[in-house]
């Protein structure tokens, strides 16, 4: 019986993130999925069904060696953390590249040499948009099949929050320099509109304390659900994305969405958002004024565009990379 493994380390990263979000729903979608006489199974250096008994750093170490440990002939990295030779790799993104001054300099490094090593090594690579498999192909030598597979999108639904303003910004995401999240605390205050984050801090000593900002830090599905409900806007100003799955997840449940022109978001929202310019103070304002005076102008298309978007669909398109190649 062919057995696809999973790599779910970066389940184990002090801050998962996005990626640990698209790991977690793509192991799940993959087994109720799963080709007749296939079965899913996972390893990482804890929690997952095999374990790699070496430190996570040690791990790593050997990966960019080339000294993998033996997991078998189909493996699937959701990130280029382990761009095993033979493995399908998922990229996300080609930030290390595009836009290198929102990482810190030994993560641009090291991004830009695992993904440049799957782009030799990997049997084949699962980029979430056009966008990153044409930017890719313009940033690194890609020497192997490379499908788009976009992600998914799970709707969460809930009730409004007791404890928050009756009308919100929302954004949610890693707070780091790509997110875009201080112009967007400029932009709210001089909207005289409150802001809520939800995210973990990240690098690079972004600080978004105000008075009018409320900082929910990591939260749970049902939390998110919650905040969700009550949000009047879902603002995305990311100077750089790959796909950007809050986008998604606030059109699912019926959130007006403004994003910036990065050509991921705008791919993704297929015009059921309103489009601002990266790093442009008046034009996030002036779209933001514009969606909180008529947050229901965009919604209902933002509905339709999410149900475009489920994590069987994406865990469709990864078999059909994997279960094309006979054992």
Not at 56 to 77: D, T
Not at 263 to 287: I, K, W, Y
């Amino acid at each position: 019986m062919p057995e696809l493994v999973l790599l779910t380390e970066q389940l184990n990263a002090p801050v998962p993130g996005g990626t640990g979000r698209y790991t977690a729903e793509l192991l799940k979608a993959l087994v109720v999925t799963a080709p007749d006489g296939w079965s899913v199974t996972t390893a990482a250096t804890a929690h997952a069904d095999r374990v790699i008994r070496v430190p996570r750093r040690a791990l790593v170490a050997l990966w960019e060696r080339g000294l993998p440990p033996r997991l078998g002939p189909h493996v699937h990295a959701p990130t280029p953390l382990a761009p095993l030779p033979g493995a399908v790799v998922t990229v996300h993104d080609v930030v290390p590249w595009t836009h290198p001054e929102t990482l810190t300099p030994r993560g641009v490094a090291w991004h830009r040499k695992v993904i440049a090593k799957a782009a030799v090594q990997a049997r084949a690579l699962v980029v979430p948009t056009r966008a990153v498999a044409s930017q890719l192909e313009e940033c690194v030598r890609v020497e192997v099949p490379v499908h788009v597979v976009p992600n998914g999108v799970t709707r969460l639904v809930g009730s409004r929050p007791a404890d928050l303003p009756d009308r919100y910004v929302l954004a949610i995401g890693t707070i780091d320099p790509r997110k875009g999240f201080d112009l967007l605390v400029r932009a709210t205050e001089r909207l005289g509109v409150p802001l809520v984050v939800i995210g973990p801090q990240g690098w690079g000593g972004i600080d978004l304390r105000a008075p009018h900002v409320t900082l929910l830090g990591k939260v749970s599905d049902e939390r998110l659900a919650s905040v969700l409900a009550g949000a009047t806007v879902l603002a995305a100003p990311s100077l750089a994305e790959g796909f950007g799955l809050p986008v998604l997840e606030a059109m699912a449940a019926g959130v007006a969405v403004v994003h910036s022109d990065d050509p991921a978001l705008v791919e993704v929202a297929g015009g059921a958002g309103t489009v601002v310019r990266r790093g442009d103070l008046a034009s996030l304002t002036e779209g933001l004024r514009a969606a909180i005076a008529d947050p229901h102008h965009t919604a209902e298309a933002g509905v339709t565009r999410a149900s475009d978007f489920t994590w069987e669909k994406t865990a469709l398109g990864v078999w059909t990379v994997h279960a094309r190649r006979p054992d």
